[in-house]
């Protein structure tokens, strides 16, 4: 059974920064795409980092120069490097993975940054 855990959220002050991991377990196969999503109160979940199975990177517009998404795959983890936190950056972040056409997604962890 696949299992995406997640971990590295909490509350942070404006500026500060946070690291988000996400292990995945279960999987015996080659994973493509690993992604960060969030959702903030109110709003639709949104894309905010994703690495390809080639490490090619994609950064939603509000977090360029900010965040920074690696990945390591003998351990199948992806993490969030969090940098300058804004309270707009505040919501529940997801991980997502796809792998061999099926998509996988964690239970979230929550980021809130305080003004």
């Known amino acids: 059974q696949v299992q995406l855990v997640e971990s590295g959220g909490g509350l942070v002050q404006a500026g500060g920064s946070l690291r988000l991991s996400c292990v995945v377990t279960?999987?015996?196969?080659?994973?493509?795409?690993m992604g960060w999503y969030r959702q903030a109160p109110g709003k639709q979940r949104e894309l905010v980092a994703r690495?390809?199975?080639?490490?090619?990177?994609y950064y939603a517009d509000s977090v360029k120069g900010r965040f920074t998404i690696s990945r390591d795959i003998p351990t199948n983890t992806v993490s969030l490097q969090m940098n300058s936190l804004k309270p707009e950056d505040t919501g529940v972040y997801y991980c997502?993975?796809?792998?061999?056409?099926?998509?996988?997604w964690g239970r979230g962890t929550q980021v809130t940054v305080s003004s």
């Open positions: 690495i390809s199975g080639t490490s090619t990177t």
């Open positions: 997502r993975v796809q792998a061999w056409g099926a998509d996988y």
């Open positions: 279960g999987i015996s196969f080659r994973i493509d795409n």
